[in-house]
């Protein structure tokens, strides 16, 4: 038995490594066809990117013909590096340099030397590309905008980085990638697929014809359009009224949950990411500290909601049943409690339609003190309070369809346990939450949600900007219904307050004829550090509206930073862009004509010139 072992798994060895040859050689070509295989060139056919529609079929985002100088470094062959240089138009350092980088990437695979050449240069090393040995045009498309608008809604695209290359083997150094905006969230369906071509080369290193007949290439296919929910005129109408402003504006659909305009002001041009200029211009915005263009306010900015809080703050008493419609507190200019006073600009008696469209701080003070005092512990009524709260997708991200994203803050029991000793605060203590001051912050896409979920009262589909795919259906997260916790018979008397607020309140100046809408005015205290200093600065103009009030087709919440109050600059531009979008036209022109010429510039040179802010006028 020992005399024949020994052969027998000699024998087997062998046979099993000769099939693995043979499999290897024969049967198998992923080895051959690597991109290392000095034998086998590989060429990518770069297809074209996705179009990007609008809601209404306008094109907003199309493509133009680039080209990227690729370089080989091994093939590199008795260059003239200076005409080289100067018909590109670069420095001898710039080239050491790129080449350099090319190198440690991989002598025999492809790198890009300069990207995003246009056809003027294209044209002009094309004429001598032969000269150049170990270089070659790889062609692609870049992104062509139709518009001058929108940018923080389309995002950009650019070069892939060594991480992404490292994580998804799809990318190859030189790959164009969405980053931000719809290009980023949509990549895997805008990019399309890269077609490859297989060619066989001799021992000279020249072609001589595809390998195996090309049986191995495939052929590039086109990324899927997507059409967006975005109306872009309205989305060029709000851009225009937020110049020399800085907020964040945003319209939804309440029946569909379809975001309708997306606003962060200041903006740029997208166009101004396209092309060699691209980095230069990303720099140039990226460290502008003071305006931040890149920073979505939309999405990303967290305020205090003011005043529009009171909405919440009256449902939630409504389903607490800590009041009703005709419950009334009385006002003698503010709240008081303890040996502390809330100011209020009313006086007498009001119930929720009167405390609503007259914005009575005192009224909605007993509100909230009520609805805390209601259960046995302070713990509990804020518990409570902030799970009806999280109910209208306050406190938590949104799962829109856009990557940045800031959860606010709800605040809770451990919050406030933290702040004071257990057990050492009361619904008192914690008052400016009825006024949507205290620790509570939204932002602008939370706010509107809100009165989204107001509109269709008592339930919201998660905001989204894809409309429709190409080939595909949506995601059913954003077709899938949100039910808040507040019973739908408390919103009727909460919305005939906010048409109220219109009628005869702190909005009645900002009437559309042949328009019902719902509204709530806001003033916010905004303050920031100075020198290390607690600073109060001028208040932020917050208005939040929708309209019709029986069909409403549109939600929305306007912030504008250090704008005074929200009657002030955030109402008429909600007014104007309800407007704009049921009507197509504008009738309020008194209202248009001021908010083109009003400009908060001197308003945010105050923190660099030291002049004082507006407080409380």
């Not at 005129?233 to 975001?259: D, F, H, S």
């Not at 305009?261 to 915005?285: C, E, F, M, W």
């Amino acid at each position: 038995m020992r005399k024949i072992l020994l052969p027998s798994i000699i024998v087997v060895a062998t046979l099993m490594i000769l099939v693995k040859l043979f499999y290897l050689q024969i049967i198998d070509d992923s080895y051959k066809l690597k991109s290392e295989n000095n034998a086998i060139k590989i060429v990518y056919e770069y297809p074209e990117r996705g179009y990007i529609y609008d809601r209404n079929g306008v094109l907003l985002v199309a493509n133009q013909p680039s080209y990227d100088l690729m370089v080989i470094p091994r093939e590199i062959k008795n260059l003239d590096t200076l005409e080289f240089c100067k018909l590109l138009d670069i420095t001898k350092q710039d080239f050491d340099r790129i080449l350099k980088k090319a190198i440690n990437h991989s002598p025999r695979l492809p790198s890009p030397f300069l990207t995003q050449l246009n056809r003027k240069d294209f044209a002009a090393f094309q004429e001598k590309i032969g000269k150049f040995k170990g270089f070659e045009i790889q062609k692609r498309s870049l992104r062509d905008y139709q518009v001058n608008v929108g940018a923080n809604i389309f995002g950009y695209i650019t070069q892939v980085n060594q991480a992404i290359i490292d994580n998804n083997p799809y990318y190859r150094s030189g790959d164009l990638i969405g980053k931000q905006g719809v290009e980023q969230e949509y990549e895997e369906l805008l990019r399309g697929q890269k077609g490859v071509k297989y060619y066989q080369r001799d021992k000279f290193n020249r072609i001589i014809g595809p390998y195996k007949n090309g049986i191995y290439d495939t052929i590039a296919k086109q990324g899927e359009d997507i059409t967006l929910s975005i109306d872009i005129e309205l989305q060029k109408y709000g851009e225009a009224l937020m110049a020399n402003k800085r907020g964040g504006i945003v319209a939804i659909e309440p029946k569909t949950g379809e975001i309708l305009a997306l606003i962060s002001a200041p903006s740029y041009d997208p166009a101004l990411l396209v092309g060699r200029q691209r980095s230069r211009n990303y720099t140039k915005l990226y460290n502008d500290s003071i305006a931040m263009p890149l920073f979505d306010r939309g999405l990303l900015a967290e305020y205090p909601p003011g005043s529009p809080f009171k909405i919440l703050t009256a449902l939630i008493g409504l389903q607490e049943e800590v009041i009703d419609e005709q419950t009334t507190f009385f006002c003698r200019r503010g709240f008081s409690y303890g040996n502390r006073f809330m100011r209020c600009h009313d006086s007498g008696g009001f119930s929720l339609n009167a405390g609503m469209y007259s914005s009575c701080n005192t009224y909605f003070a007993n509100v909230y003190k009520k609805t805390i005092e209601k259960y046995p512990k302070p713990s509990q009524g804020v518990d409570a309070w902030s799970n009806h709260l999280k109910s209208f997708g306050l406190g938590d991200y949104m799962g829109y369809d856009l990557p940045p994203g800031k959860r606010g803050k709800v605040p809770t029991t451990k919050l406030y346990d933290k702040y004071y000793s257990a057990g050492g605060w009361r619904s008192t203590t914690i008052i400016s939450n009825a006024i949507g001051q205290g620790e509570i912050l939204t932002t602008p896409i939370q706010l509107c949600n809100v009165m989204a979920a107001v509109a269709n009262q008592g339930y919201y589909y998660t905001p989204h900007v894809i409309k429709k795919i190409q080939h595909y259906d949506i995601d059913t997260k954003f077709t899938t219904k949100h039910q808040t916790t507040v019973d739908q018979q408390y919103f009727p008397p909460v919305i005939n307050g906010l048409f109220d607020v219109y009628n005869k309140g702190t909005a009645s100046r900002l009437r559309v004829e042949g328009i019902d809408i719902c509204g709530k005015t806001g003033t916010a205290e905004n303050f920031t550090k100075i020198n290390g200093k607690r600073t109060q600065l001028t208040d932020h103009s917050i208005f939040v509206a929708f309209a019709p009030k029986d069909d409403p087709k549109i939600a929305i919440a306007v912030f504008v930073e250090n704008g005074y109050w929200g009657a002030r600059i955030a109402g008429p531009i909600s007014s104007l862009m309800i407007e704009k979008y049921l009507k197509g036209t504008i009738t309020r022109t008194d209202l248009e004509k001021k908010m083109y010429e009003t400009s908060l510039e001197k308003e945010y040179a105050k923190v660099i010139s030291g002049q004082p802010f507006s407080i409380n006028k």
